[in-house]
Nanobody, 115 residues
Framework: QVQLVESGGGLVQPGGSLRLSCAAS????????MSWYRQAPGKERELVAV????????NYADSVKGRFTISRDNAKNTVYLQMNSLKPEDTAVYYC????????WGQGTQVTVSS
């Protein structure tokens, strides 16, 4: 059974940092690209970052380039999203996702950026 479990969300002030984690199970983690998406209230879910299976290539939404970093540890079956210089507009539920081969999602973790 494929399972993705996110953690690390919370409340942070503007300019602060958070690191999200996503623990994967039920599939050969190292064989698949992993993604982070987010969904803000009243908005569609959007792709934030992608990392290919061996971590050699990444891609980011323009809105987070230079501030967010996606990484993975294939030995721990975990993907991370380091978020720096957070802005109020980064407030959203963040989801981990994989295409294995259907699109699967974690339960999401809330990130709130507010003073």
């Amino acid at each position: 059974q494929v399972q993705l479990v996110e953690s690390g969300g919370g409340l942070v002030q503007p300019g602060g940092s958070l690191r999200l984690s996503c623990a994967a199970s039920g599939f050969t983690f190292s064989s698949y690209a992993m993604s982070w998406y987010r969904q803000a209230p009243g908005k569609e879910r959007e792709l934030v970052a992608v990392i290919i299976r061996y971590g050699g290539s990444t891609n980011y939404a323009d809105s987070v380039k230079g501030r967010f970093t996606i990484s993975r540890d294939n030995a721990k079956n975990t993907v991370y999203l380091q978020m720096n210089s957070l802005k109020p507009e980064d407030t959203a539920v963040y989801y981990c996702s994989a295409l294995v081969p259907i699109r699967v999602w974690g339960q999401g973790t809330q990130v709130t950026v507010s003073s």
